[in-house]
């Protein structure tokens, strides 16, 4: 394997930090992180992966007999009309949102990420063809589209994944792309490309690892965003069906007792309120921290 | 400028079509659409003769032609429930959604504005941090939950408390105005801010303002009349594309409030299996949105030759 290729790449190789000292320097800059966003989402991390110990009820079960009861200590945070536990909904309730937005990221956004870097790096017709898809997809009223795809497929788990990937995908897209553009006319990828370094290797070593810091900025605030779209859908009736604990489920699903048992909507709402604003001002410290070029004034 | 407009509008009508092929096509995605009209007692050839009255047995790129067809005389077909035109109950409809959305507009930019400006002539202070916080709230209050909250509070519990209440559903005098639209508004807060804000800080920092200010004219002068009229060109843009965003949002907003729009038709036809009012609803504000995008970029280009945009 002594081609052409091989062998430069080995010349410019960089020294690389050992993996030890990159996850502590990591940590110490987390250290500085903003406190009260980094409390909510570790407590949300904690519902999430250990939900059958923190919850204090089934979260699906119903007791008839004790519904709309008021907060009190056998039910922190009271319960719904029927008699489940609104608190242990919560808790199980972030597993979906979790679920949701990570599968969605994965799929849209790593779609969103290949499209990105790729046309960008390349130009050209399959760049353009891209370019007017992504706009295409970005002035789409995504409720409406919505509320015609459940009218086709019914509404599912699945089918809000499923939703959400193109709109993601093309927010992510026109973001890596911006930023490929920048990184394409970098010396270091002019280098590359004199010694003969073949595009998938170009696009993977040089262009990727310096869209990275951007993509996980713009991950951490896509997530409050697609937990917001999502739980405005299901409050709709067109997102996750019930019985599941979804947060914009249960929203709707206190609707009308509001003036007798207001805490049905009112909890998990203050739920998806914390973890959005959580998300979005860490994502922000996160931009500030990683992508200084792109801090606000 | 001449090309970056006829680039836009290219771009538009690749939208316009995008969408309009995205629900032909979703309308045709589980099998026949006939069998929402046709009962299994029916006889196979009435079922027939009722496929070729609605040009069903044509191939689907003939379908598809006769609906663009139809679609360009502004014909979006009959509901299946109501049995009268889809552009009719469009326009009875829209008068409601939009006046809402106009008067969500101006609440957001009154609150906006003035707090971007505010937080930019005391940037670092105190109330640049206060309106941070109100900014980073907004963008992340779910406008459903909003919306209980308020009609909870200012509806039920002042009710309750003998106090002056506002009313919270359905749509009449000013009063039914102000929970939904300050519901719709509030999401959007946040950009106004932003923008001002930086739009803002760019401004102040301009050799003009600092003529101004060295003519010896009043601070306040300087701000709100020098200095804000040329901040406001990025803001009035973007509150362009508000109007279009309040369009998508409306469905929301009109299911929790019960506002007689047209985003609560549309959700009504979904669970009444009214796939043409669906349809209906979804090309009208799309196209809505995608129109308010194009004047907005053309309207940008011409007020501020500043601006180059590049075709790529």
């Known amino acids: ?297 | 400028m001449g090309r970056y407009v006829a680039n836009r509008i290219a771009q538009s009508l690749v939208n316009i079509l995008f969408i309009t092929v995205l629900v032909f096509l979703l309308a045709r995605a589980t099998g026949d659409p006939a069998d929402v009209f046709i009962d299994d007692s029916l006889p196979p050839e009435a079922a027939e003769a009722f496929r070729v009255r609605l040009g069903l047995d044509q191939p689907i790129y003939v379908q598809y032609w006769v609906f663009i067809k139809d679609l360009s005389r502004g014909d979006l077909g009959d509901s299946v429930r109501g049995h009268r035109p889809v552009t009719e109950m469009l326009v009875e409809r829209l008068p409601a959604t939009f006046s809402l959305a106009l008067v969500a507009m101006g609440i957001a930019m009154v609150m906006g504005i003035p707090l971007g400006v505010l937080s930019a002539v005391y940037r670092g202070t105190v109330i640049d941090r206060a309106a941070k916080i109100v900014a980073f709230l907004g963008q992340s209050t779910p406008s459903f939950w909003l919306g209980i909250m308020l009609m909870l509070f200012f509806g039920v519990f002042f009710f309750q408390q003998g106090l002056p209440s506002l009313p919270i559903s359905g749509r009449g005098g000013a009063a039914t105005y102000i929970l939904p639209s300050f519901t719709m508004g509030w999401f959007v807060v946040a950009g106004l801010v932003r923008l001002t804000r930086s739009s803002m800080l760019d401004v102040l920092d301009s050799d003009y303002v600092t003529m101004a200010r060295a003519k010896g004219l009043n601070e306040k002068v300087v701000i709100w009349k020098h200095a804000l009229r040329n901040a406001m060109i990025p803001v009035l843009t973007y509150s362009g594309l508000i109007l279009g965003g309040f369009m998508n949002g409306s469905v929301v907003v009109e299911q929790v409030f019960a506002w007689p729009g047209v985003g609560r038709m549309a959700l009504t036809a979904v669970s009444g299996r009214d796939y043409p009012v669906v349809q209906g609803v979804v090309i009208m504000i799309g196209v809505f949105y995608i129109v308010i995008n194009l004047l907005v970029d053309i309207l940008y280009v011409m007020i501020d030759p500043r601006i180059k945009y590049s075709n790529s």
Not at chain 1, 4 to 30: E, F, K, S, W
Not at chain 1, 255 to 260: C, D, G, K, L, N
């Open chain 1, 1 to 297: 394997m002594a081609q052409a290729t091989g062998q430069p790449d080995a010349v410019i190789q960089v020294q690389t930090i050992p993996l030890h000292r990159r996850v502590r320097a990591g940590l110490v800059v987390l250290k500085r992180a903003p406190l009260i966003p980094m409390i909510i989402l570790g407590v949300l991390l904690i519902f999430v992966a250990f939900a059958p110990l923190v919850a204090t009820h089934d979260p699906v079960q119903n007791d008839i007999m004790n519904n709309l009861a008021p907060p009190s200590i056998a039910n922190f945070l009271g319960t719904d009309q029927l008699g489940r536990d609104v608190y242990s909904r919560i808790v199980y309730g972030s597993r979906i949102s979790l679920a949701l937005s990570l599968l969605v990221i994965a799929i849209g956004g790593g779609a969103g990420i290949i499209l990105g870097t790729v046309t960008g790096y390349l130009g050209g017709r399959a760049d353009a063809l891209v370019q007017r898809a992504v706009e295409a997809v970005l002035a789409l009223p995504l409720i409406l589209v919505a509320l015609s795809f459940v009218f086709t497929f019914g509404f599912s788990f699945w089918n809000v994944v499923m939703i959400l990937c193109p709109f993601v995908a093309a927010r992510f897209a026109r973001i890596v792309r911006g930023e490929t553009l920048s990184t394409r006319e970098r010396d270091y990828v002019a280098l590359a490309k004199v010694i003969g370094a073949p595009t998938h290797r170009i696009v993977l070593k040089h262009i990727l690892p310096n869209v990275f810091n951007t993509v996980v900025v713009i991950s951490t605030l896509e997530v409050g965003h697609i937990i917001l779209v999502e739980s405005s859908l299901s409050f709709l009736g067109v997102g996750i069906p019930p019985p599941k604990p979804a947060w914009g489920l249960m929203v709707a699903e206190g609707r009308q007792f509001i003036t007798s048992a207001y805490w049905i909507s009112l909890f998990p709402g203050l739920a998806i309120m914390a973890t959005v604003l959580s998300l979005n001002l860490f994502g922000d410290w996160l931009r500030d921290t990683m992508d200084p070029r792109r801090r606000e004034l």
